[in-house]
């Protein structure tokens, strides 16, 4: 029985993780978009739950 190492590539199951060859301006631009989404969102779930926690004065 081979190991997987020894195994030809057309009969492995799972195939060699191989990177995608892009350029590197597409990588800052979903660095970019991932930020920018988790600040808005974790900005609306703090505004929600602060409107839920907050009691008025008095």
């Known amino acids: 029985m081979f ?9 492995r199951l799972i195939p060699a993780a191989d990177s995608i060859p892009v350029d590197w301006r597409w990588f800052q631009i979903l660095l970019l978009v991932a930020f920018l ?22």
């Open 37 to 58: 989404l988790h600040v808005v969102l974790m900005n609306l779930i703090r505004e929600r739950r602060a409107g839920y926690l907050c009691f008025p004065a008095g």
């Open 3 to 11: 190991s997987s190492a020894e195994m030809p590539m057309h009969e």
